[in-house]
């Protein structure tokens, strides 16, 4: 791949301006997945087993998150026990803190599509019957930002493993065991945002559940005479 980077590069350089192989590198492994989640989309509007899969995919994610969520509650106990046996429990402190990193960002998809993530619905509601243009623009936005994200995550990891980031902590993790977590969160993250972007150019909706009250039918008050 790197050598194909710089290939392409060498040819952009002979017609163009100065070339950046490793942003090169990154855009021949970004579009390749962009177009397999358009693939995938398509198919799920389709095949009900597909969507189930793509779902699953997210599912997965937040029950991961809800396990590193138990395990920094066990982590959290045994240095409170600890610390009442008088028995060291050296970079707990750090454990629970990968822990917590690993449960934040598993959960990004699945918390994506649950409805559960901040959204300021005002300026799409104000849209009336030209929201779907205004949620395109909003996921078009969102996809590229987390896709953005999720590279330079990655971008990160592997510079980690290259110059053998080491913990500062007294558990001395090195630092891309961690960070592996966030590099798969970012990556399901990118993954769900182009999902719900394909699938409203392709069939007007999206997964996100709704979250709003707004979204929800307001209830009904009884008349007088049947209270």
């Known amino acids: 791949m790197e050598g194909i980077a710089k290939g392409v590069c060498g040819v952009i350089e002979g017609i ?23 693939l995938l989309t398509w198919l799920g509007t389709r095949a009900r087993l597909v969507r189930r899969a793509m ?57 994506l599509n649950s409805g559960a993530h ?40 592997l510079e980690s493993i290259r110059w053998n980031d080491i913990s ?8 891309w065991i961690p960070q592996i977590a966030m590099c798969i969160g970012t990556v399901m993250l990118a993954m769900a945002v182009w999902d719900n972007f394909f699938r409203l150019l392709i069939d007007g909706g999206t997964n996100v559940e709704a979250e709003t009250v707004e979204d929800a039918p307001a209830p009904q008050t009884p008349p007088l005479e049947a209270r």
């Open 168 to 175: 500062q902590g007294q558990d001395a993790t090195p630092l």
């Open 55 to 111: 779902d699953g995919v997210y599912t997965l994610g937040g029950i991961v998150s809800a396990l590193f969520l138990l395990a920094m509650l066990g982590i959290i106990v045994g240095q409170m026990v600890a610390r009442w046996s008088g028995v060291a429990f050296p970079g707990s402190t750090n454990y629970a803190g990968y822990c917590m990193a690993a449960a934040s960002f598993f959960a990004l998809a699945y918390t």
């Open 16 to 38: 163009g301006p100065d070339c950046d192989w490793r942003a090169t590198r990154a855009i021949l492994v970004i579009v390749p997945c962009v177009l397999l989640v358009l």
């Open 118 to 157: 901040i959204r300021v619905n005002l300026m799409l509601t104000a849209l009336g019957r030209h929201r779907r243009w205004g949620e395109i623009w909003c996921f078009g936005i969102g996809a590229l930002l987390a896709t953005y994200f999720a590279r330079y995550a990655i971008k990160g990891t």
